[in-house]
């Protein structure tokens, strides 16, 4: 007999590994071969196969927090807390030994469960890294804003740049801002870092990312920004998940997370940081003033270009900060035609980004959606940072697009003689009546705007068409569940317009719209075009199809738009067409799988393919998915359903769905 077991608790140190250590003994004493994985702090250790699941007579859940019970469906499963694992090991399994537990039936997935999934399949490089970005947004918009607002409202004019007075409302405002912003570079590693090694890679992610932030440790006036925390987190990260792999004796192993781990990784990340990162870093950045401030002479558009290239590239990171701070050092010698093209490229990349999103929503989840709003707030206040989250998240297509724009901007502020008499940029200097030439340099900063919105639009993808590769929030929620998405939308747009006469088929089960004609067992295709081929010629057979030419069309340029294949071995192909004479489903199988590209990777083997008339593609169509989806999700469903051997055994599962 083999027996499973997942052990976890809150805090995830003694008890989980107790409850393991006692579980694992008396599954020896009684000859029992048992399996255990433990959710502790340090992550998932010894974590169950799906290989494992399937050969086990039964599974022990012994956790006092929530445990995913979903990859046990159909197996015998007793679920209890944490201590009745490290008191009663020897019962919890003589139940199942006896029989007395009862078979998980397995539930629908939840949105949660759903999203956790669609971020196993991201690239972990990326997947790590979104993770910081998620918590580091909140930072962002909360220190720009409060900013942004304060010195609106309280800011002075001086000839150091714009100034809160000492002591006021809007200074300890301002301060509150600050604040936030000093915690961004630190989040930002921390939990990149925890995306890597779980709990353990919080403190070293965030005390490198303070160093990364901080140049003083190395010597560095400007600091290594947030590409410096990018960095950190990724080494915290992986030195922590090296120390983890490092075998310590069974009394060591409940503290390692909350002492060894952490003081060892901290010590690492933070010298090497100070000693062999940020040293050559600073040394770079120092060169590169000092060639910027020899370029006095040469020729202003190609300083332009790469002052507005500079204070783009990272948004508030070293370089920015080089560029800006050859700006005030310019002001500080009477030369304002510096600042001026500084000024205009600070405000260009989220205010460029924050437009994109206005004028395409199609290429922004909800979340870059609302993102967008603050960026471009940001933007007016000279907050180039606001355009940090839309960088992180897609840099091959975000970072070219707010460079070239910065650059233009900077370009044409340059031939103009915008200037600027304070070190700070935006919209906002100009309106308290710092700039020179003000018109020009609401021109130059429009003219970077556009093309930095256009240009970020044009590489970017649809949200919906991206598929898997939508990466947070939403996105990945309309990438999981797009069939149900889509045919929700398509019944809003048919409501909306005005009815028209047709004949009606009252659809309140499957097999009101399939016949065991319209059944085939067994599959011969070998692609998904194949079988594709396959179903719409049944289809076309049954007198369903005025025309098979022009169904596969749909059909095919649905599985353009992201594939239906929903995973669990289910494909559900399906097109709205007026070559569709009436609603009907016709269910194949393919024994061995096709690949049709399922966002789990697993093939194909029941294939249902939805043929509704363009007329009736809300009602129908969306009747007809839901009663898919919730039969589809019993896994033991879809395993008798795999197994009939006659079309009539078939049509009969098939009379159950409803």
Known sequence: MKILAVTACPVGIAHTYMA?????????????DIKVETQGSIG???????????EADGIIIASDKDVSKERFAGKNLIVVGVQEGIRQPKELIQRIMDGNVSVYKGEMPSADSVKQKMKQKENPIYRHLMNGVSYMIPFIVVGGLLIAISLALGGEQTDGGIVIP??????????????SFSFMVPILAGFIAVSIADRPGLAPGI??????????????????????????????????LGIKKIKVPQAVQPVMPIIFIPIIASLVVGLLFIFVIGAPVAAIFEGLTQWLEGMQGTSSIVLALILGGMIAIDMGGPFNKVAF????????EGNYEIMGPIAVAICIPPLGMGLATFLNKKKYNQAERETGKASFTMGLFGITEGAIPFAAQDPLRVIPSIVVGSMAGSVVAMMSSVGDRVAHGGPIVAVLGAVDNVLMFFVAAAIGVVITAFMANALKKDVVAAGAGMPVGEAADAESDSVIKEAVEEKEE???????????????????????????IDLTGSTRDEVIDELIQTLD?????????????????????????????????????LA????????????????????????????????????????????????LSRRLMNESFREELLNVSSKEEAYRLLETIQ
């Open 20 to 32: 393991a250590e006692n579980l694992q003994k008396a599954g020896e004493d009684m000859n029992v």
């Open 580 to 627: 569709v004479k009436k609603p009907a489903v016709v269910f194949g199988i393919k024994r061995e799988g096709v690949d049709w590209n399922s966002m789990d990777g697993t093939d194909a083997k029941l294939i249902f393919m939805i043929a509704v008339p363009k007329e009736r593609e809300g009602d129908d169509h969306l009747k007809i998915l839901q009663m």
């Open 494 to 520: 048919v409501n909306s317009q005005p009815s028209q006469e047709q004949d009606h088929i009252n659809i309140t089960k499957l097999t009101d719209i399939t016949t065991p004609d319209l059944i085939d």
């Open 325 to 332: 701070l050859f700006g005030a050092a310019m002001i500080a």
């Open 166 to 179: 000492e002591g006021s409302f809007w200074k300890q405002i301002e301060s509150l801002g600050a604040a």
């Open 44 to 54: 998932v250790e010894n974590a169950l196969t799906e290989k494992d699941i399937e």
């Open 541 to 577: 057979k049954q007198d369903v199809l005025h025309s098979a030419e022009s169904f596969k069309e749909a059909i095919v340029n649905r599985e353009q738009e992201g594939t239906t294949g929903l995973g669990m071995n289910i494909a559900i192909p399906h097109g709205k067409s």
């Open 207 to 240: 005390i490198g990312g303070y160093i990364a932030a901080n140049g003083s440790f190395y010597g560095s006036e400007a600091g290594a920004g947030f590409i410096g925390g990018i960095i950190a987190g990724f080494l915290a990260g992986y030195v922590v």
